[in-house]
């Protein structure tokens, strides 16, 4: 009895460190290799552990993938919430800074383009991408702005999806289609002018 | 010399159904195979021509498929300039439409969807993608928002390259990343948000 109750910890933490493994390596290979050519076998050698180990907790890479990012997504980008100092637009600055830094770090930078990538070539995959990984990015945004109208400093009669599309939509475009550089200059920029859209009206009408 | 004169015209007749074939052949194919997969020999098979002809005006199936683009984009997409009937929102929602319809005809969106994806992927093709095809784009677009400023509908101070990433930065994201569909009622309400941050300011400040 004693030694099933000591082995359990034990076990439970080698299966920890082998998820984490599994789950690092499969975000290196896909940055180096792309999502078409990234393999379980790989993943597995990477990690150091047998390919049925893989096969045990995911159905597919894609599987493994998303839990990855959805792990490095929960732990550095505000799942539990931006931040509110009071100040929308300070907060809205800090996060979009904090995420144009994030997207300079290549070891988040090449898996995340080559998963974007992979799904915007893969209907199947950007519905699991959107989901997983978009949705609840777009939720803690929607309740900074929820928040921001309870303040008085968000329209009350605003589309908060749409507002949020406003908000990221340049930012993601200039990322995924390298159409100019992700600076905190262009990040203030952005929230700036899209604070003008959000802003309740100077004017009632 | 009467035959010489005669000839030149069938000679470059020929030539130009060529070409056209070929940037016909290279769009429907790259909407079928993908980019990686396109092939200069499978190029001019569909367009009934030997590779030759092809290496002979083109140096890559890149610059076939930008030269497609290119091709069609000016015929459709407003290069001489967007309306202008002095109302800028309406216009803006007119052109967002039309964009719309046209991202939802197979025939266009699937080899444009193959050749961002194929930029997004390599920073190279990315530069050419850029540089033909989405700065054309923008200029007019800047230049609406330059005839919107003399008309006093768009603020004068405003940084219009900045303005038109807000206007079309949610529509990438929606089209590309698959977040929703590309609607009426969606542009409709992007432009009317977007106007909202675009506008001169009701109160100066």
Redesign the interface.
């Known amino acids: 009895m004693s030694s099933t109750t000591a082995k359990s910890p034990d076990v439970s933490r080698r299966s920890e460190r082998s998820r984490k493994a599994i789950l690092r390596a499969s975000m290196e290979l896909v940055g180096e290799v792309?999502y078409p050519k990234l393999t379980i076998e790989a993943i597995a050698a990477r990690a150091g552990v047998g390919k049925q180990t893989i096969y045990r907790w995911w159905p597919s890479k894609a599987a493994v993938l998303l839990d990855a990012f959805t792990e490095v997504v929960h732990d550095e980008d505000y799942s539990s919430g931006l931040p509110d100092t009071g100040d929308i637009e300070a907060d809205l600055k800090y996060v979009l800074r904090a995420t144009a830094d994030e997207f300079s770090d290549a070891s988040f930078e090449a898996p995340y383009?080559?998963l974007?990538?992979a799904?915007?070539?893969d209907?199947e995959l950007?519905?699991q991408?959107?989901s997983r990984l978009?949705e609840p990015g777009v939720r803690v945004y929607v309740e900074r702005l929820r928040a921001g109208q309870e303040a008085g400093q968000i329209d009350p009669d605003?589309?908060l999806d749409?507002?949020v599309?406003?908000l990221?939509?340049?930012?993601?475009?200039?990322w995924?289609?390298?159409?100019?550089p992700l600076t905190h200059e262009?990040t203030d920029?952005?929230v700036e002018?899209?604070m003008?859209?959000l802003a309740p009206?100077?004017?009632p009408r």
Not at 176 to 180: E, H, M, P, V, Y
Request: hydrophobic share 50%; no cysteine.
């Open positions: 792309g383009r080559a974007a990538v799904a915007a070539a209907p950007a519905d991408f959107v978009r605003l589309d749409l507002a599309e406003l990221l939509g340049p930012f993601q475009q200039r995924l289609n390298r159409t100019g262009f920029g952005l002018l899209a003008r859209a009206r100077a004017t």
